[in-house]
């Protein structure tokens, strides 16, 4: 793949392949490549993934990197834009969500690194969008504090600990079964709006970096 070319990769996680979530993703997906970049789909449902961390997984000396890990390691990896999709269960991103975080973005860094922000692992340098959805009203999220409390674990903890560029949130209340079709082709319109917009900005950030150095007068 050209360096050029900006890298998306989306995990997505629900247990229903028509979900709204699905669709969340296949509009995003679809977007980016309408924008003329590059992404890849990591639906853990569908690939079974398995969100229980190995004892021989944790970070210290006696660290190994699991053979499922590592296929994950090499499809997402250099990936300048990670967007994760998933509903909020009980107050919580789902347990495979959670998994995906201990198994593979954390894969082998340890609490060390991350306070010191060391700037290791999988997510350095890139940029972090979590997309989420429930079946409860914003405004009622706001009320209970949720909606705070889903930035700080689901964007800024990840942000900071793992030395990324940017992270941001967007979230859907309200998605219950039988959604009417206007409200499914707003959100999904918003959708489409906000990765075209993120698309626009990395494209601009990837040009800047690989254009050359400017010289000032004072170096000839």
């Known amino acids: ?21 699905s669709a ?14 590059s992404v890849v789909l990591r639906d853990l ?3 079974g993934f398995d969100p229980a961390l190995k004892a021989d997984e944790q970070p210290g000396p006696m660290f190994a990197m699991s053979a499922d890990v590592r296929v994950e390691w090499d499809a997402v990896k250099g990936s300048d834009m990670f967007t994760l999709i998933f509903p909020i269960w009980f107050g919580l991103p789902p347990a495979m969500m959670k998994g995906y975080v201990d198994r593979v973005v954390g894969a082998g860094v340890t609490p060390r690194q991350i306070q010191e922000r060391d700037g290791c692992g999988l997510l350095r340098g ?17 009320e209970q504090g949720q909606q705070e409390a889903l930035r700080d ?16 949130t967007l979230h859907f209340g309200g998605i219950v079964q039988d959604l009417p079709k206007r409200v499914v082709d707003e959100h999904l319109h918003t959708v489409r709006e906000r990765t075209r917009k993120l698309c626009a900005r990395l494209a601009v950030e990837k040009r800047d970096r690989a254009l050359p150095p400017k010289i000032s007068c004072s170096e000839h």
Not at 126 to 142: K, Q, V
Not at 153 to 168: E, I, N, P
Request: charged share 15%; with cysteine.
């Open 1 to 21: 793949m050209p360096a050029n070319i900006v890298r998306h990769a989306v995990i997505l996680t629900h247990p229903n392949p028509r979900s709204f979530n």
């Open 24 to 37: 969340i993703a296949e509009t995003y997906c679809e977007t980016v490549r309408e924008c003329g970049q």
């Open 45 to 47: 449902y569908r690939i």
């Open 126 to 142: 890139s940029n972090l969008l979590s997309i989420s959805t429930s079946g409860a009203p914003e405004a009622w999220l706001d």
């Open 153 to 168: 674990v689901a964007s800024r903890y990840l942000f900071r600990a793992f030395a990324m560029k940017t992270a941001s």
